[in-house]
């Protein structure tokens, strides 16, 4: 079966194991019933579940919500909160503004895109390392190829507040000793020996701490799609409960142009 | 970091003399946009100006108002439109029916990031049937860490159609007739032996990169304008959805494969999902 006959098939009903509501009775999420079986999971335990399927132990879910909580900072000048800020400032709702900020989230430069190629280049690395592959010949194979590792050097500034203090989490919970820690330290200190002396930053450790508690690249982009997000709400209160429009306005000499001459149409 | 300027070769304004925060005049890419081109051109003038910085040509202004009526409407069985419309029947903000629509319409399949695949590969393999027919004849590459997931046909193709379809030839027919760029006239004369090494049939989104690599788009430029053209339709469709309220739009059916039913109270100890 192929072309119109297999969208046939599917036209106006779903067969899926992901989940469904019975209208007033009950729901089934990923196979279990949300209001008995996973009535004592806390919303991050859900949110993982719902990616993974999986449940994972107290000392990882600490550490998943210290990669949440130490990811989100009220600075609306960070591109991703000035989108949630602008909206307050220009009167939008909450969630229109958060949405759009969480959308930009996706960047190359930080959040989605750099996620998901470290974690590539890390459970790629381990395997190859696995078959005897020499790690200073993969990280510098990675740079030519890709002009840059994702999850290590950082836009604006070089090192990455965020390390310490997770890993000070990890330690205290007994989590440092996993194999893709070790090799993002491992690949770190290779960055630090060369000459781009580029630092580990949070999405380089997170990364590695997901792939320490088996989560495939994927599921580790999803678990971190809402990383950033605690930090944007404070942005948008702040910028709508102050007057309309003062949020970072721009005079006309702000704007340098630096195009082509005035000329008729 | 740079100086705390904004840099455009897009935008230039000039202040009001009491007021740093209003413009006298606006000027776009040299253009007086309120005091000259206002009342000399025409909005899809003015989109072209604004996306290559040069007026179009008669024939390149043609062109695009020729692919933003082909693209305006999708109609409601598109997904970018369904999710459109799921933002409409709901009552939900304007703002988020479109940002649905973007958000849907964006996708390796039959959205934005379709047309911008087809537009690398026009750079890729220009006018050369030999290229593309290999290219065609591949397997889909899927590079793992990028954040699009990969589409299961060739880019530019229509993967559950028959036939290319009357309003895909009728566009391609027209936009290849204007004559504007190479590209459509040689995707018109070499339709058939594409679609024999791709193994389906031209869709809209491969006229749409030919048609907007003959505007001389880049492929960023080309993903954009796509976004861009095919919100009409979707904001109707929401709108008129809206309108005609919830119980008259399509709740389907779900099959749930592992219903564990309702009397029962897994606990699951072991962290596995059954």
């Known amino acids: 079966m192929n072309g119109p006959d297999l969208l046939t098939e599917h036209v106006g009903r779903l067969a899926t194991e992901m989940g469904a509501f019975f209208p007033g009775e009950r729901v089934v999420f990923r196979g279990k019933d949300l209001f008995t079986s996973l009535k004592d999971l806390d919303w991050l335990e859900l949110y993982t579940y719902s990616i993974t399927g999986k449940r994972y132990t107290p000392q990882q879910v600490r550490v998943l919500h210290v990669m949440w909580t130490h990811n989100s900072y009220p600075d609306a000048r960070l591109w991703n909160n000035r989108v949630a800020a602008l909206a307050g400032s220009s009167r939008s709702t909450g969630p229109l503004g958060i949405a759009a900020a969480m959308a930009v989230s996706e960047a190359k430069i930080f959040g989605g895109a750099s996620q998901l190629r470290c974690s590539e280049f890390l459970i790629r690395a381990k395997k190859l390392m696995d078959e005897g592959a020499d790690l200073e010949t993969l990280v510098r194979a990675e740079i030519k190829e890709k002009r840059g590792i994702g999850g290590f050097g950082r836009p604006i500034v070089a090192t990455d507040e965020r390390i310490e203090p997770i890993m000070a989490i990890v330690r205290e919970q007994g989590l440092e000793n996993g194999s893709y820690i070790k090799l993002a330290f491992e690949v770190e200190r290779v960055l630090l020996e060369g000459r781009l002396r580029w630092r580990m930053n949070s999405v380089g450790l997170t990364a590695a701490l997901c792939a320490d508690f088996g989560m495939r690249m994927h599921e580790y982009y999803m678990v971190a799609v809402p990383v950033f997000l605690a930090g944007m709400p404070p942005c948008y209160l702040d910028a709508v409960n102050k007057p309309e429009k003062q949020f970072f306005p721009i005079p006309c000499n702000m704007v340098s142009y630096e195009g082509v001459d005035q000329r008729r149409w | 970091m740079s100086e705390e300027v904004i840099h455009t070769r897009i935008w230039q304004e000039e202040a009001e003399p009491d007021n740093a925060f209003a413009a006298l005049s606006c000027h776009c890419h040299g253009y007086d946009v309120y005091g000259d081109l206002l009342s000399k051109a025409s909005w899809i003038e003015y989109l072209y100006l604004l996306f290559r910085g040069e007026a179009p040509t008669a024939a390149q202004a043609k062109l695009l108002n020729g692919l933003a009526i082909a693209l305006a409407n999708p109609g409601p069985r598109d997904p970018a439109v369904h999710a459109a419309m799921c933002g409409g029947v709901g009552g939900s903000t304007s703002a988020s029916c479109l940002m649905a629509a973007l958000a849907v319409g964006a996708g390796g399949s039959g959205g934005s990031r379709e047309v911008f695949n087809v537009m690398m590969g026009w750079q890729a393999y220009g ?56 590209t459509l006239i040689w995707l018109n004369d070499n339709r058939k032996p594409l679609e024999q090494a791709a193994g389906f049939p031209l869709a809209m989104p491969g006229v749409a990169a030919a048609a907007l690599c003959d505007l001389g788009c880049t492929p960023e430029q080309g993903e954009m304008l796509f976004l861009m053209l095919r919100l009409p339709g979707a904001a109707v469709h929401a709108l008129e959805q809206r309108d005609g309220g919830y119980k008259n739009f399509p709740f389907f059916r779900i099959e749930l494969e592992n219903d564990p039913g309702p009397s029962q109270n897994l606990t699951n100890q072991n962290g596995e999902s059954s």
């Not at chain 2, 590459?141 to 699009?148: G, T, V």
Request: with cysteine; proline share 9%.
């Open chain 2, 127 to 182: 006018l050369d049937l030999e290229s593309w027919q290999a290219a065609l004849g591949k397997e889909v590459e899927d590079d793992p860490a990028n954040i699009w997931p990969a589409a299961s046909h060739p880019a530019g193709f229509d993967p559950y159609g028959v036939r290319c379809t009357n309003p895909v030839r009728q566009t391609l027919e027209y936009l290849a007739g204007l004559g504007c760029g190479q």
